[in-house]
């Protein structure tokens, strides 16, 4: 019988204790994660190294998947399933709401970065988080010494896919059966945000976890958010590869403060326009565009 991941994991329909019992298994997998890591730095010829993240990434999400797909599987007799991935288009296609995904991930981009820029500065006048945002920096840069393309696939394809289908497929769709839909959506991206264990990027993923649990909301498409999150990843991944923007915090450190000005605006209302084909969508439940299974 052929293994369909989606279905399989449907009738598991988290509320708020188990988004806390997925926290904890998500934090043994990142020490699972961590382990490997360590044993194949000392156990691994030094050009295999290079490689080892795409080992030990997946790890962080293997004791969630284990224990999503035993309790699917224990449930299925018994309780409703819903769908992780639906297609709730309204009047666009598919390849025209994809389009719109793209052009809203790339103006987010541009968008939040003052928010982030400020937040850092802020956070900086703390005592006690320099070292800890230079200690984190340090290891971002260890992960991302290897081969550009490892780096896309872990940082792009591996964090969209595992955390799109924890966040969102998981997490979101159970939260949005059992709470209003602004709670499970603000719920849901705290929760984004927790497990990136850093303010820096917790606080851009909280933004981004709202985006995403909206877009799963309105549309039911686990696709679609995957895309957005890949996008995201996968843009600011490339564009730390260019060498003439290696050495820039930010766009702002590349652009005059006019252009950066009218840049971040214009960014705003292209936001704003996705949003709006997104809102037009019509709901089919109250729960969100989520099928059951």
Known sequence: MKYDLYGSHAWYVPGIKGMFALLGLFLAGSLLGSVALVLLDHFTPQYVQAYEILLAEPLNLLPAFIYVYRKSCRNKATEVGYKLD???????????????????????????????????????LVP???????????????????????????????????????????????????????????????????????????????????????IYYKTGSLWLTMLLHFVNNGTAIALSQ?????????????????????????????????L?????IPLEQKRGNIDRA
């Open 276 to 280: 709006c084909a997104f809102h037009s």
């Open 242 to 274: 260019i060498s003439s923007l290696q050495e820039a915090e930010s766009f702002r450190d590349i652009m005059s403060p006019t252009a950066y000005a009218v840049a971040v605006c214009a960014a705003l209302v292209i936001l704003l326009v996705c």
């Open 86 to 124: 639906s297609s709730h288009f309204g009047q666009f296609s598919g390849w025209q709401i994809a389009l719109v995904t793209v052009v809203l991930s790339l103006a987010y981009l541009l968008a939040v970065e003052p928010i982030t820029d400020w937040f850092f500065n802020l956070t900086m």
């Open 128 to 214: 006690g988080m320099k070292p800890l945002f230079d200690f984190i920096e340090e290891i971002f840069e260890k992960m991302t010494t290897g081969p550009f393309w490892v780096t896309f696939i872990s940082v792009a394809v591996y964090a969209a896919v595992f955390e799109e289908w924890l966040c969102r497929g998981v997490l979101l769709r159970g939260l949005l059966v059992r709470m209003k839909p602004v709670w499970a959506i603000v719920v849901s991206a705290l929760f984004f945000s927790v497990i990136h264990m850093n303010p820096w990027q917790g606080l851009n993923a909280f933004f981004l976890g709202l985006l995403l649990g909206y």
